[in-house]
């Protein structure tokens, strides 16, 4: 009877943890895993079906996940049920498969799923507790009637610790709870505060025959001794596979980072840093130092670089830093497209936008608006018509993203022609470019220095409201002085508006730039430019505010 009672609760007990298993695989993490899917329901023919149960999932890349239904006609119900459900992705399909991107988790967002995966847990050891419960009444009940003797008390306490202790110990063997780092987590008996006496709690036969250590510790000392276990994934011993309890392994340790975790110690070896215990005193943390987030000393120098380079074509021939500018814009076009691809499935033409593009700012040096406005319809029109010769799937997702790269890239860039064309085309050029630079720098070193409040932490997690303000500040000066000195004909209270309004477009571009890499999950578009990233992540805060120097400076001191 005993050995039966023990039993049944041990696999009542497995079944807790098997549950809590799940559940914390389909806790989105930073990193994609199938199992994140298994808790999502889409309509198949009028009726709720798992999606893991209508397609096959794969994980080519660490931050995205390939959905293949098995039925075509699934396609868009899956992709709708993805989008719907509270991953917060974005998901894509070209028609035979499904692409899902997950971009990297928030300060706030990583909080909310600790939150929920500490509520995971506790379900769990509710649970777990639930059942050694019941058990422990029904012995105390068997005991009672005497159906068990009261001799067979100690064999009824091994009992119950060597069933119970096979799902809780690191070694067990319990067949679903071996090898998860969560069931350790959740069964370690510590983390439900420290039992008074025996394993099954308080003993209505008192605390001699029968009484059971609890957890770990074998006497009331060591049990009040006993620290919460940490949840780490397991090791595996002899190159076992153990892919089932990957998505679990992702969620222990550092629970939503990105990081290594540090391996278990074998058998007889000294950690190098073991843990300390509740009341020792701890060593005050070194203070941390503030970090640029990139090789400043590489990207001063790139910007050196790329800045003589402009200033020597801008004064030399005008026509050679048209060159330059149609250069950039062909390489941008090209980060940008292949960015598109590789993380969308999204096959926007590169030919027709390259030579397009080229010619767009060629005509806006050459002809004024009027050539731009003619060069971009016709480079529209070239890329409906070279994206005809492929197949007729994805034919209006990849035209759509082309005509967004002909507005983004060339056509904002020609406003850059334009400035130039005018008389004194190279200041209002070089007074563009200061202005932009003189912007963001003052927005890097002011909210370095002093940003504490977030601008926009969903969208670009770096930026501060005191970076704004500095960049407010920084670009007003510049403007008051290069509308003095360099333009003919400006005022100083000019400056202090161009610098406004340069500030604001150079804030909103590197925020319009940073939500698409956030919805292609990258951080940079390229690595063309040591400590920079990519022309794009150059050409991010320039191009929209191109058209707006463009127009203040005809407003003020006409078009030349």
């Given at each position: 009877?005993?050995?039966?009672?023990?039993?049944?609760?041990?696999?009542?007990?497995?079944?807790?943890?098997?549950?809590?298993?799940?559940?914390?695989?389909?806790?989105?993490?930073?990193?994609a895993?199938?199992?994140?899917?298994?808790?999502?329901?889409?309509?198949?023919?009028?009726?709720?079906?798992?999606?893991?149960?209508?397609?096959?999932?794969?994980?080519?890349?660490?931050?995205?996940?390939?959905?293949?239904?098995f039925?075509?006609?699934?396609?868009?119900?899956?992709?709708?049920?993805?989008?719907?459900?509270?991953?917060?992705?974005?998901?894509?399909?070209?028609?035979?498969?499904i692409?899902?991107?997950?971009?990297?988790?928030?300060?706030?967002?990583?909080?909310?799923?600790?939150?929920?995966?500490?509520?995971?847990?506790?379900?769990?050891?509710?649970s777990?507790?639930?059942?050694?419960?019941?058990?422990?009444?029904?012995?105390?009940?068997?005991?009672?009637?005497?159906?068990?003797?009261?001799?067979?008390?100690?064999?009824?306490?091994?009992?119950?610790?060597?069933?119970?202790?096979?799902?809780?110990?690191?070694?067990?063997?319990?067949?679903?709870?071996?090898?998860?780092?969560?069931?350790?987590?959740?069964?370690?008996?510590?983390?439900?505060?420290?039992?008074?006496?025996?394993?099954?709690?308080?003993?209505?036969?008192?605390?001699g025959?029968?009484?059971?250590?609890?957890?770990?510790a074998?006497?009331?000392?060591?049990?009040?001794?006993?620290?919460?276990?940490?949840?780490?994934?397991?090791?595996?011993?002899?190159?076992?596979?153990?892919?089932?309890d990957?998505?679990?392994?992702?969620?222990?340790?550092p629970?939503?980072?990105?990081?290594?975790?540090?391996?278990?110690?074998?058998?007889?070896?000294?950690?190098?840093?073991?843990?300390?215990?509740?009341?020792?005193?701890?060593?005050a943390?070194?203070?941390?130092?503030?970090?640029a987030g990139?090789?400043?000393?590489?990207?001063?120098?790139?910007?050196?670089?790329?800045?003589a380079?402009?200033?020597?074509?801008?004064?030399?021939?005008?026509?050679?830093?048209?060159?330059?500018?149609?250069?950039?814009?062909?390489?941008?076009?090209?980060?940008?497209?292949?960015?598109?691809?590789?993380?969308?499935?999204?096959?926007?033409?590169?030919v027709?936008?390259?030579?397009?593009?080229?010619?767009?700012?060629?005509?806006?040096?050459?002809?004024?608006?009027?050539g731009?406005?003619?060069?971009?319809?016709?480079?529209?029109?070239?890329?409906?018509?070279?994206?005809?010769?492929?197949?007729?799937?994805?034919?209006?997702?990849?035209?759509?993203?082309?005509?967004?790269?002909?507005?983004?890239?060339?056509?904002l860039?020609?406003?850059?022609?334009?400035?130039?064309?005018?008389?004194?085309?190279?200041?209002?050029?070089?007074?563009?470019?200061?202005?932009t630079?003189?912007?963001?720098?003052?927005?890097?070193?002011?909210?370095?220095?002093?940003?504490?409040?977030?601008?926009?932490?969903?969208?670009?997690?770096g930026?501060?409201?005191?970076?704004?303000?500095?960049?407010?500040?920084?670009?007003?000066?510049?403007?008051?002085l290069?509308?003095?000195?360099?333009?003919?004909?400006?005022?100083?209270?000019?400056?202090?508006?161009?610098?406004?309004?340069?500030?604001?477009?150079?804030t909103?571009?590197?925020?319009?730039?940073?939500m698409?890499?956030?919805?292609?999950?990258?951080?940079?578009?390229?690595?063309?430019l040591?400590?920079?990233?990519?022309?794009?992540?150059?050409?991010?805060?320039?191009?929209?505010?191109?058209?707006?120097?463009?127009?203040?400076?005809?407003?003020?001191?006409?078009?030349?």
């Open positions: 009877m005993i050995e039966e009672t023990l039993l049944e609760a041990e696999e009542k007990m497995e079944k807790a943890v098997v549950v809590a298993k799940e559940d914390f695989a389909a806790i989105r993490t930073g990193r895993h199938p199992a994140m899917f298994n808790k999502i329901v889409a309509d198949y023919y009028g009726a709720p079906t798992p999606i893991n149960q209508l397609a096959s999932f794969s994980v080519p890349e660490p931050r995205m996940a390939v959905v293949t239904p039925d075509k006609s699934a396609l868009r119900n899956i992709e709708q049920a993805i989008r719907d459900s509270d991953l917060g992705v974005n998901p894509s399909n070209d028609g035979n498969i692409r899902v991107v997950f971009p990297e988790l928030t300060e706030e967002r990583r909080r909310e799923y600790i939150k929920v995966a500490k509520g995971k847990g506790e379900d769990a050891k509710i777990i507790r639930s059942v050694r419960r019941k058990a422990k009444e029904a012995i105390d009940k068997l005991i009672k009637d005497g159906e068990v003797g009261e001799d067979e008390g100690p064999p009824c306490g091994e009992g119950a610790r060597r069933h119970h202790g096979e799902v809780r110990r690191p070694g067990g063997r319990a067949p679903e709870a071996q090898g998860s780092g969560a069931a350790r987590g959740l069964m370690n008996d510590s983390s439900w505060g420290t039992p008074q006496t025996g394993y099954w709690g308080q003993s209505d036969h008192g605390p025959r029968g009484a059971v250590p609890a957890g770990p074998y006497d009331a000392h060591q049990a009040q001794q006993t620290r919460p276990m940490p949840i780490v994934p397991d090791v595996p011993e002899h190159g076992g596979d153990q892919d089932a990957r998505g679990v392994a992702r969620l222990s340790g629970l939503f980072r990105d990081e290594p975790t540090r391996a278990r110690p074998l058998p007889g070896e000294v950690p190098q840093n073991p843990e300390p215990m509740p009341h020792a005193p701890q060593p943390p070194a203070p941390q130092k503030k970090s990139r090789d400043l000393g590489a990207a001063i120098g790139v910007g050196v670089g790329l800045g380079v402009i200033v020597a074509s801008l004064f030399v021939v005008k026509a050679v830093f048209v060159g330059v500018v149609a250069v950039a814009v062909v390489v941008g076009l090209w980060e940008l497209t292949t960015r598109l691809d590789e993380r969308k499935g999204i096959k926007a033409p590169l027709p936008l390259a030579l397009g593009g080229a010619a767009m700012v060629v005509a806006g040096y050459a002809r004024g608006a009027e731009a406005w003619v060069a971009m319809a016709l480079t529209t029109l070239a890329v409906l018509v070279w994206r005809m010769t492929a197949p007729p799937e994805g034919y209006l997702k990849d035209v759509t993203a082309g005509v967004f790269a002909v507005f983004y890239v060339p056509f860039a020609t406003f850059v022609a334009m400035l130039l064309k005018a008389e004194d085309g190279p200041w209002r050029v070089l007074t563009f470019l200061l202005l630079v003189v912007s963001d720098t003052g927005a890097y070193a002011v909210g370095w220095r002093f940003g504490t409040h977030k601008l926009a932490p969903r969208i670009s997690p930026k501060t409201r005191e970076g704004l303000l500095g960049a407010v500040a920084f670009s007003m000066a510049a403007g008051a290069c509308m003095q000195f360099l333009i003919d004909g400006g005022q100083w209270w000019q400056g202090l508006l161009l610098g406004l309004a340069v500030a604001a477009s150079a909103l571009g590197d925020l319009g730039e940073s698409i890499k956030r919805d292609l999950g990258i951080k940079d578009m390229g690595t063309l040591p400590g920079h990233g990519g022309i794009m992540d150059r050409l991010d805060s320039l191009l929209p505010t191109a058209p707006v120097v463009w127009l203040l400076l005809a407003i003020f001191v006409g078009a030349g």
